[in-house]
């Protein structure tokens, strides 16, 4: 049986760059070790495979190399932009609806002229833990090849969730991002015992502007070039704290990741917050580009 594919680039319009995906527009039967299988044969970090649905109301799920995960965030803002793209949802839609495991995704469409140009997707709402105690942020910092002066003082450590959980690490500067040279087995080990899916060192570049890397050995990711659940987390934990700018109920900020390895991409984000502070909705944007069409056999 032959199974159509596209991979995609998310988080940018300019193919190489940001963080290539694969999208299955018709996934339907296609069991969890299969479709495993199928996301390690075409090397990619995600991917999103459609399972039923039509028009503007979809059924979809997640995989990395590792299995079938929660949420994708790179991989949700490709596949609207292909679906349209392709022919495949209504045209002109303006609101797609992603049914996963977990919770319907909806997913605004901006166009320019006729053209969907970028998505931006409501990502499960934020929730937060307690951040890991001293000894354990210890033996993070130097399973990334760091210690604890790589620390900025002044934004929170803390575990965040906006699709997957993840721990953020504020760095001083971009370039002591850069440095790390993470021990990915020791990851995956903290990973688990942590209950994290990935580590998320992040520095600031200005008052809405920042630069992160993001680790998931435990997803069968090394590094993930380019990551929408994590960034939508770090959002919302940087909102909660109160070290972003506010204006009019809301925070935005963006997000540059990929540069360390050769494929830059942006994230926007945009956080929405009660009167006491506390984030209730994360908006993550990005474009996409095809980069290849094919055929699988089953």
Do not use: C, H, M, N
């Given at each position: 049986m032959k199974l159509p594919y596209l991979l995609v680039d998310a988080f940018t319009r300019t193919p190489g760059t940001g963080n290539r995906v694969a999208v299955f527009p018709d996934a339907r039967?296609?069991?969890?070790?299969?479709?495993?299988?199928l996301v390690s044969r075409l090397g990619v970090r995600e991917a999103a495979l459609v399972t039923g649905g039509g028009s503007n109301v979809f059924e979809v799920r997640y995989l990395t190399p590792e299995g079938e995960i929660e949420f994708a965030g790179a991989a949700t803002i490709a596949l609207?932009?292909?679906?349209?793209?392709?022919?495949?949802?209504?045209?002109?839609?303006?609101?797609?609806?992603?049914?996963?495991?977990?919770?319907?995704?909806?997913?605004?469409?901006?166009?320019?002229?006729?053209?969907?140009?970028?998505a931006v997707m409501r990502e499960p709402a934020p929730r937060f833990r307690d951040p890991p105690t001293y000894a354990e942020l210890r033996e993070v910092m130097e399973a990334l090849g760091a210690d604890e002066r790589y620390l900025h003082r002044g934004l929170p450590v803390g575990t965040a969730y906006a699709g997957l959980w993840s721990l953020f690490l504020p760095m001083?500067?971009?370039g002591m991002v850069d440095a790390l040279?993470?021990?990915?087995?020791?990851l995956a080990?903290?990973?688990q015992?942590?209950?994290v899916a990935t580590f998320h060192p992040y520095a600031p570049m200005g008052p809405r502007t920042y630069y992160a890397r993001d680790f998931a050995p435990a997803l069968?990711?090394?590094?993930?070039?380019?990551?929408?659940?994590?960034n939508g987390a770090l959002a919302a934990l940087l909102a909660r704290a109160g070290v972003v700018p506010r204006r009019?109920?809301?925070?935005?900020?963006?997000?540059?990741?990929?540069h360390h390895l050769g494929v830059p991409g942006e994230v926007r984000v945009r956080v929405e917050y009660t009167a006491s502070g506390e984030p209730y909705a994360v908006y993550v944007g990005g474009g996409a580009a095809i980069v290849e069409r094919g055929v699988l056999e089953r």
């Open positions: 039967g296609l069991g969890e070790d299969e479709a495993t299988a609207a932009l292909v679906l349209l793209q392709e022919g495949l949802a209504e045209a002109g839609s303006e609101k797609l609806f992603f049914r996963t495991p977990g919770e319907t995704v909806p997913v605004e469409i901006r166009y320019r002229g006729d053209e969907p140009v970028e001083v500067a971009p040279e993470p021990d990915l087995e020791r080990e903290l990973s015992r942590l209950g069968g990711i090394p590094e993930d070039p380019v990551t929408g659940s994590a009019e109920g809301e925070v935005v900020i963006t997000v540059l990741q990929g």
